[in-house]
């Protein structure tokens, strides 16, 4: 059992949500948007210091594959699970961020 407030990078990656805000992409279009943070892999648990039982700081975030005619960035970072993995009863957003630049990269921790 994970302890307490302990995601793992799977649930990082379900949770976090990196919108296009007025990108004019067509359904045929095959759209290959990548999020990581290097800080963990995916599958792995996210490091103790980004959690509410360490310094509860966001980790470093880095994406590529955003098509050229974004306007602007949206990150959702949300926990299916919560309160406990073992018994998840909502979805916690523990944040947003809007108005992202569409030529950014990633976001430091």
């Known amino acids: 059992m994970k302890p307490k407030g302990q995601l793992t990078g799977t649930a990082l990656a379900l949770g976090c949500v990196l919108a296009m805000v007025g990108a004019l992409v067509h ?3 095959k759209m290959s948007l990548t999020l990581i943070s290097p800080a963990f ?3 792995a648990p ?3 210091q980004y ?3 360490g310094k509860d700081i966001s980790p ?3 994406w590529n594959g955003v098509p050229e005619q974004t306007r602007s960035l949206v990150l959702i970072v949300d926990d299916p699970d919560a309160p406990d ?3 998840p009863k909502r979805v ?3 944040w947003v961020l809007f ?3 569409a030529g950014a990269t990633g976001l430091p921790e």
Request: aromatic fraction near 4%.
């Open 27 to 29: 359904a045929e279009e």
């Open 41 to 43: 892999t995916n599958g």
């Open 46 to 48: 996210i490091p103790r």
């Open 51 to 53: 959690t509410c039982e």
């Open 60 to 62: 470093p975030l880095q």
């Open 85 to 87: 993995p073992q018994a």
């Open 92 to 94: 916690w957003v523990h």
């Open 99 to 101: 108005n992202i630049p």
